[in-house]
T-cell receptor, first 109, second 114 residues
Framework: QKEVEQDPGPLSVPEGAIVSLNCTYSNSAFQYFMWYRQYSRKGPELLMYTYSSGNKEDGRFTAQVDKSSKYISLFIRDSQPSDSATYLCAMLNTDKLIFGTGTRLQVFP | EAQVTQNPRYLITVTGKKLTVTCSQNMNHEYMSWYRQDPGLGLRQIYYSMNVEVTDKGDVPEGYKVSRKEKRNFPLILESPSPNQTSLYFC?????????????FGSGTRLTVV
């Protein structure tokens, strides 16, 4: 079993929709959870990170962690075509990040 | 501008011909790492370095070498490339405590070995 599981998509939604991206993980020791966004032909860039359980909001983006279920989510409100990218979840395990395989999101006008 | 610079961006080579992919960062980061990204497998760590002259294997180190002689540079060396090393490679760096700002990634090197 992979340490981090993520649905690869693709997820295709109309502009303005609310998008939910999710990851599950198996290691209960993970404490720091991150979301990266990767545009085509670019490296991943950090979008948000959260510590332990709870919610964190930044503009149209909300990151949610449920440690009891080993489940993390990223919500995008009022999605825009510019949000079209691959979204990777990542979890910090001592000195390194463990990444999910990424979910490809397409937002069409 | 704070960044991680990789070169080259694209490379096509033949089996067995030694190559080096360079990586340089200008943020005075202690930690540097190499990943390869393959469809369905995501980002897998090849090697990482906690500081100058300190390197360690990641999850998929076979067929690769690295060195960290200076803080800013972390080249990836393929002594005898094989077709299964065809992939998209990323260099990343961070502060010693990556919880602060996460990793900064380069733009990637697309390597094809024929």
């Amino acid at each position: 079993q992979k340490e981090v599981e993520q649905d690869p998509g693709p997820l295709s939604v109309p502009e303005g929709a609310i998008v939910s991206l999710n990851c599950t993980y198996s290691n209960s020791a993970f404490q720091y959870f991150m979301w990266y966004r990767q545009y085509s032909r670019k490296g991943p860039e950090l979008l948000m990170y959260t510590y332990s359980s709870g919610n964190k909001e930044d503009g149209r983006f909300t990151a949610q962690v449920d440690k009891s279920s080993k489940y993390i989510s990223l919500f995008i409100r009022d999605s825009q075509p510019s949000d079209s990218a691959t979204y990777l979840c990542a979890m910090l395990n001592t000195d390194k990040l463990i990444f999910g395989t990424g979910t490809r999101l397409q937002v069409f006008p | 501008e704070a960044q991680v610079t990789q070169n080259p961006r694209y490379l096509i080579t033949v089996t067995g011909k030694k190559l080096t992919v360079t990586c340089s960062q200008n943020m005075n980061h202690e930690y540097m790492s190499w990943y390869r990204q393959d469809p369905g497998l995501g980002l897998r760590q090849i090697y990482y370095s906690m500081n100058v002259e300190v390197t360690d294997k990641g999850d998929v180190p076979e067929g690769y070498k690295v060195s960290r002689k200076e803080k800013r540079n972390f080249p990836l060396i393929l002594e005898s490339p094989s077709p299964n090393q065809t992939s998209l490679y990323f260099c990343a760096s961070s502060l010693r405590d990556s919880r602060v700002d996460g990793y900064t990634f380069g733009s990637g090197t697309r390597l094809t070995v024929v």
